[in-house]
């Protein structure tokens, strides 16, 4: 269905910013509840026919990133003293995809809850120094609704796991089928007196809500899925948007300032369109989902003498905590092909390390999945999933990939990240964007503990491997990280204005009338696969948002 259009000088009820796995479920929620809601998203709006399984432009080209970082113009430095500068390579520091459906869109969909402990961890563990590590103003016991939600509207397979938090109803459809990686996981998990249980996904194992079930054709990560069986919010969300009658999907609207009237508010969004040029939709409120690097980018760029720091940002807090998740990787050669190329990356996970653990010494958890990752496709095993000390050249270059591609797996942690001042986005005062705005400068050094727990990940994965009977095992190494995807804390929830940017139902405490809600909007990392969350608190904000407009309050 087409979208209505709306007249940019006239007021709608909400613009939303941003269509990603947030944003597309506030634009569904407003816009079915019958409220006027303009979406303006900077990316194009693809369709199922325009994914490809085309590795040379998705993973080389990263055609659904928006292009390298000669677009993105980002820069990089660990430390505030430093000057940021590009990165090494094409691809950017921040990443996430530009479109409709955003990084729902590519993103590989595995898909964790938090656990009730995620959301009062500091009154448990007590304070970290150096960081400002705190409890969420929400509870899991709120969220969990909107977690089911999630399940049974945008769609998600799987099976509880031993270890998982409460939840008021089963997933609507059985997990996706076990790999030759989940196999080995599970035997490995047996012998070492662990637990491997199967692994959540926002891809459906069988038809549901009107959408077909995943063909395991295998082009999960990075790619979109041409079956439209990966629940990204393009293919579960826009279509009621649009259906709605009330949803103006407005893409190739890059928004460049949130302008406010002389009462504080939120009165327009500007944006360039497809040819540059400059308009502003005007509107009763702003719903910014941008994801947690391009909201506070934005939100720093609205500065104006009102707001002079940027708007919403009287604490300070736009841009920084910014958490990665820490991730550990071992990659393990089996003796006979697993051809785990197949189907989607993961199938089994381990959750044995989930919480914090004072016997270990520092702060920190995580998850372990088994996968082909790099080794999902040719191109990418050979650029980056083949054995380091193996030759990088001629016939035993060409030996090596021919035997290991289908052989080759790996067990990879995702583990926390710690919220810290000096991780944050800011503007870089010299480096622009092909739009001409001022670039995300990225300033990131992962806490120790962060890296220690990361060290400890790896050693498990390590240890599955051995279990497994991997014929030959390399670790990935403990890096810094130097960029990230999951882009999370940098707009925080919590109740104190001073030390937050919105409150506990998304509106931010300096501009009545605009909310916030994305990855942003996270407190603490949780131990990866952040979507599940983001799309819960997507569903909860626009309840609040709809009895605040019900209410006459906005
Ligand atoms: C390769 C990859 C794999 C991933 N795998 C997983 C996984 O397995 N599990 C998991 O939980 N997470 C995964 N993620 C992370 C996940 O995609 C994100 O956590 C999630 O999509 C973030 O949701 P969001 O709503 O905050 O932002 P996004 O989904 O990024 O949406 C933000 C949208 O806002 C738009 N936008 C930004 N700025 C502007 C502007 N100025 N004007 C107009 N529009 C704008 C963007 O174009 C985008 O469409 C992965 C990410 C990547 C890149």
Request: charged share 20%; with cysteine; hydrophobic share 35%.
């Given at each position: 269905?087409?979208?209505?259009t709306?007249?940019t000088?006239?007021e709608?009820?909400?613009?939303?910013?941003?269509s990603g796995s947030?944003?597309?479920i506030?634009?569904?929620?407003l816009?079915?509840?019958g409220?006027?809601?303009?979406v303006?998203e900077?990316?194009?709006?693809r369709n199922a026919?325009?994914?490809?399984?085309?590795?040379?432009s998705?993973?080389?080209?990263?055609?659904l990133l928006?292009?390298?970082?000669d677009?993105?113009g980002?820069?990089?430095?660990h430390?505030e003293h430093?000057t940021?500068?590009?990165?090494?390579d094409r691809i950017?520091?921040?990443?996430y995809?530009?479109?409709v459906g955003?990084?729902?869109?590519h993103f590989?969909a595995?898909?964790w809850?938090?656990?009730p402990?995620?959301?009062?961890?500091?009154?448990l563990?007590g304070?970290?120094?150096?960081?400002?590590?705190?409890d969420?103003p929400?509870?899991y016991?709120e969220?969990?609704?909107?977690y089911?939600r999630?399940?049974w509207?945008?769609?998600?397979s799987?099976a509880?796991?031993?270890f998982d938090?409460?939840?008021?109803k089963?997933?609507?459809?059985?997990?996706?089928?076990?790999k030759?990686?989940?196999v080995l996981m599970?035997?490995?998990?047996?012998?070492?007196g662990?637990?491997a249980q199967p692994?959540?996904?926002a891809?459906l194992?069988?038809?549901?809500n009107?959408?077909?079930?995943?063909v395991?054709?295998?082009?999960c990560?990075w790619?979109g899925c041409e079956?439209?069986?990966?629940?990204?919010t393009?293919?579960?969300?826009i279509?009621l948007a649009?259906a709605?009658g009330?949803?103006e999907i407005r893409?190739e609207?890059t928004?460049?300032?949130?302008d406010?009237?002389d009462?504080?508010?939120?009165?327009?969004?500007v944006y360039l369109d497809r040819?540059?040029v400059?308009?502003?939709q005007?509107?009763?409120a702003?719903?910014?989902?941008?994801?947690?690097?391009e909201s506070?980018r934005?939100?720093?760029?609205?500065?104006?003498?009102?707001?002079?720091?940027?708007?919403?940002n009287?604490?300070g807090?736009?841009?920084?905590?910014l958490?990665?998740?820490?991730?550990?990787?071992?990659?393990?050669?089996?003796?006979?092909p697993l051809?785990d190329?197949k189907g989607?990356?993961?199938?089994?996970i381990i959750h044995?390390?989930?919480?914090t653990?004072?016997?270990?010494?520092?702060y920190?958890?995580?998850g372990?999945?088994?996968?082909?990752?790099?080794?999902a496709?040719?191109?990418?095993?050979?650029l980056?999933?083949t054995?380091?000390?193996?030759?990088?050249?001629?016939k035993?270059?060409k030996?090596?990939?021919?035997h290991?591609?289908t052989?080759?797996?790996?067990?990879?942690?995702s583990?926390?990240?710690l919220a810290m001042?000096?991780n944050n986005?800011?503007l870089d005062?010299?480096?622009k964007?092909?739009?001409?705005?001022?670039a995300i400068r990225?300033?990131?050094?992962?806490?120790?503990d962060?890296l220690?727990?990361?060290?400890f990940f790896?050693d498990?994965c390590?240890?599955?491997?051995?279990?497994?009977?991997?014929?030959?095992?390399?670790?990935?190494?403990?890096?810094?990280?130097t960029?990230?995807?999951?882009?999370?804390?940098?707009?925080r929830?919590?109740?104190?204005?001073?030390?937050?940017?919105?409150?506990s139902?998304h509106?931010?405490?300096?501009?009545?009338?605009?909310?916030?809600?994305?990855g942003?909007s996270?407190v603490?990392s949780g131990r990866?696969?952040?979507?599940?969350t983001?799309?819960?608190l997507a569903?909860?904000?626009?309840?609040h948002?709809?009895?605040?407009?019900?209410?006459g309050e906005i």
């Amino acid at each position: 269905m087409a979208s209505k259009t709306f007249d940019t000088r006239k007021e709608v009820d909400f613009v939303v910013i941003g269509s990603g796995s947030a944003g597309g479920i506030l634009a569904k929620e407003l816009s079915t509840a019958g409220f006027s809601t303009v979406v303006l998203e900077q990316g194009p709006y693809r369709n199922a026919a325009d994914f490809t399984h085309d590795e040379y432009s998705v993973l080389i080209q990263s055609e659904l990133l928006g292009g390298g970082n000669d677009v993105h113009g980002q820069t990089f430095r660990h430390y505030e003293h430093e000057t940021a500068g590009p990165p090494r390579d094409r691809i950017t520091p921040i990443r996430y995809a530009p479109g409709v459906g955003g990084s729902s869109v590519h993103f590989t969909a595995n898909f964790w809850r938090l656990r009730p402990v995620d959301f009062q961890e500091r009154s448990l563990i007590g304070p970290i120094s150096g960081t400002n590590f705190t409890d969420w103003p929400i509870t899991y016991e709120e969220l969990e609704p909107y977690y089911t939600r999630v399940d049974w509207e945008i769609g998600v397979s799987g099976a509880p796991g031993p270890f998982d938090a409460p939840r008021s109803k089963p997933f609507p459809m059985p997990p996706m089928p076990i790999k030759s990686s989940g196999v080995l996981m599970e035997k490995a998990a047996a012998e070492l007196g662990w637990h491997a249980q199967p692994e959540p996904h926002a891809i459906l194992s069988q038809p549901h809500n009107g959408r077909a079930g995943c063909v395991s054709c295998g082009y999960c990560m990075w790619f979109g899925c041409e079956a439209g069986a990966k629940s990204s919010t393009l293919v579960a969300m826009i279509p009621l948007a649009e259906a709605s009658g009330n949803c103006e999907i407005r893409p190739e609207s890059t928004v460049i300032r949130i302008d406010t009237d002389d009462r504080g508010r939120a009165s327009e969004v500007v944006y360039l369109d497809r040819d540059g040029v400059e308009q502003a939709q005007k509107t009763k409120a702003v719903v910014l989902s941008a994801n947690g690097a391009e909201s506070a980018r934005l939100l720093l760029m609205s500065a104006s003498p009102q707001h002079p720091d940027g708007l919403a940002n009287s604490s300070g807090f736009v841009g920084r905590n910014l958490m990665f998740n820490q991730h550990s990787l071992a990659t393990g050669v089996y003796e006979h092909p697993l051809n785990d190329y197949k189907g989607v990356q993961v199938s089994r996970i381990i959750h044995d390390f989930y919480d914090t653990d004072e016997k270990r010494g520092f702060y920190g958890g995580g998850g372990i999945d088994a996968r082909p990752l790099f080794s999902a496709t040719p191109i990418f095993h050979a650029l980056l999933g083949t054995d380091p000390n193996a030759p990088r050249w001629g016939k035993g270059y060409k030996d090596v990939l021919a035997h290991d591609f289908t052989r080759t797996l790996c067990f990879v942690g995702s583990n926390t990240s710690l919220a810290m001042d000096r991780n944050n986005v800011t503007l870089d005062p010299e480096s622009k964007d092909a739009s001409g705005r001022p670039a995300i400068r990225l300033t990131y050094m992962d806490h120790d503990d962060d890296l220690a727990t990361a060290a400890f990940f790896e050693d498990r994965c390590a240890e599955l491997h051995d279990a497994a009977g991997a014929m030959k095992m390399w670790r990935f190494g403990i890096r810094p990280n130097t960029g990230g995807e999951h882009l999370l804390g940098t707009c925080r929830m919590g109740n104190d204005p001073a030390t937050s940017v919105v409150d506990s139902k998304h509106r931010s405490h300096d501009v009545p009338n605009l909310f916030i809600c994305d990855g942003s909007s996270m407190v603490t990392s949780g131990r990866g696969q952040p979507t599940m969350t983001i799309m819960a608190l997507a569903f909860r904000a626009a309840d609040h948002i709809k009895a605040a407009a019900g209410a006459g309050e906005i």
